[in-house]
Nanobody, 122 residues
Framework: QVQLVESGGGLVRAGGSLKLSCAVSERTVNYVVAWFCQAPGKEREFVAGMTLSGSITYYGDSVKGRFTVFRDAAKDTVDLQMNTLKVEDTAKYYC????????????????WGQGTQVTVSS
């Protein structure tokens, strides 16, 4: 099973930037790694995803143009660069691995990390 470990969360002011990293134990390019977020009292929702080959990236509507998902092959991580952060981006962010490109539902991802907290202050 794929092992995933997130890092990079923290506290940032609205309008600022933060980069999250997901260390992925699997190097097979057919895998899809996605980022999800979950705010208190809300359901976990899709943020961004990509194939490990880098050929496909896709985003949730609320983050398009602000967030970028990419692979750092040297570090074996899938990173999420978050720019122009908003207070409503405050959530715990999880990375997950699956095999279906363009998947956005939780059930399509069999492996999950423990999450990293992102807090955006006004």
């Amino acid at each position: 099973q794929v092992q995933l470990v997130e890092s990079g969360g923290g506290l940032v002011r609205a309008g600022g930037s933060l980069k999250l990293s997901c260390a992925v134990s699997e190097r097979t390019v057919n895998y899809v790694v996605a980022w999800f977020c979950q705010a208190p009292g809300k359901e976990r929702e899709f943020v961004a995803g990509m194939t490990l080959s880098g050929s496909i990236t896709y985003y949730g509507d609320s983050v398009k143009g602000r967030f970028t998902v990419f692979r750092d092959a040297a570090k074996d991580t899938v990173d999420l660069q978050m720019n122009t952060l908003k207070v409503e981006d405050t959530a715990k962010y999880y990375c997950a691995a699956g095999i279906l490109a363009y998947a956005r539902d939780l059930r399509s991802f069999a492996s999950w990390g423990q999450g990293t907290q992102v807090t955006v202050s006004s």
